[in-house]
């Protein structure tokens, strides 16, 4: 699944189509019915975490968007589309639309709309309307813009398929975008707490350092996207490699300079990793995939995890990255 920094750079490649009418719609998506979206308003877009939300508004005239089936469509394989496309950014805002609402802040907290989730598949007014698109990347998902992605080898099979998006969107302005390889369903509002954002201006130091503190292997909490939302597999390892931290060490032996210092490796790594993504660079990883660390010693990998919980391969240096001693 894309990490915190994709996410951000889809959110900005979506940005510019805000106030935007959707025009003309495609896509395989059978859940969520292309065409439910011919001639709703693109309001506005947030990113949380992981999450992508886009706000679409009716016409008037129209009813809600979101009639429907709160089930969200299954990943499916196929879709290769990797790497946003480059931008040949749509007209800008086109016929801005506003109404009550359309655009909230990023501090919101508290669910919107009054009926919350158990509304869901209601057909309501527009009040309680789940006018929320939310969107989950799968392993390969990506937001093109103004091109599809194209086949870049031959199937098992020899033929060169190109992927298939799953919504496309054509905007009054004369750009589209298209989605691949995602999860997408309506909700009432973005119900995501941006103090736990790593990438978001408001994300809270002080929350983090104490679930950092906890008495459990800091590799686990740092992938708690109750805490860290935005935080995956990459920038966990590379952030505890260069804070130098063994990954099962507890957060509550380590001293606060030593989990401030994890901190800002974490937010530091997350925010180069995105600027050089909006630059086009490739990701500069010192331990993630591995064999030897920069130092040139032999990297040791294992998948750990939370008993019974998800056990994710983590890549550690036992020279850089000592094991405290217990
Ligand atoms: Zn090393």
Request: hydrophobic share 35%.
């Amino acid at each position: 699944m894309p990490e915190g920094p994709s996410v951000r750079k889809f959110h900005l490649l979506v940005s510019p189509f805000v106030g935007q009418q959707v025009v003309r719609t495609g896509g395989s998506s059978k859940k969520l019915h292309p065409d439910g979206f011919q001639a709703l308003w693109l309001q506005d877009t947030q990113v949380h975490g992981k999450k992508l939300f886009l706000r679409f508004d009716p016409d008037e005239e129209m009813g809600p968007p979101g009639n429907s089936n709160p089930v969200p469509e299954h990943l499916c394989g196929g879709a290769q589309g990797k790497g946003a496309a480059d931008q040949k950014q749509a007209s800008g805002p086109h016929g801005r639309k506003t109404s009550d609402g359309a655009f909230r802040s990023l501090e919101l907290v508290v669910p919107q709309g009054s009926d919350g989730p158990a509304c869901v598949g209601e057909d309501t007014p527009a009040g309680g309307a789940e006018r929320w698109l939310q969107v989950r990347f799968g392993l390969f998902g990506s937001i093109w813009v103004n091109e599809f992605s194209r086949a870049k080898k031959a199937n098992k099979r020899g033929d060169w398929k190109d992927p298939v998006p799953r919504l496309v969107l054509h905007f009054a302005g004369g750009g589209f975008l298209v989605f691949y390889n995602c999860q997408m369903s309506w909700s009432s509002s973005p119900m995501v707490r941006v103090t736990c954002d790593i990438l978001s201006e408001k994300f809270h130091r002080g929350q983090a350092l104490e679930a950092l503190g906890q008495a459990q292997p800091v590799c686990y909490t740092l992938l708690d996207q109750r805490y860290f939302s935005g935080l995956g597999n990459v920038i966990k390892n590379e952030a505890l490699y260069r804070a130098g931290i063994h990954p099962l060490a507890l957060g509550s032996l380590l001293s606060p300079s030593r989990l401030e210092a994890l901190l800002d490796h974490v937010v530091e790594f997350s925010t180069d990793w995105l600027q050089g993504k909006l630059q086009g660079k490739q990701r500069h990883t010192e331990i993630y995939q591995k064999a030897q660390c920069p130092a040139g010693h032999q990297v040791m990998k294992e998948a750990l995890g939370p008993p019974r919980g998800f056990q994710r391969l983590t890549w550690w240096c036992p020279h850089c990255q000592p094991q405290l001693p217990r």
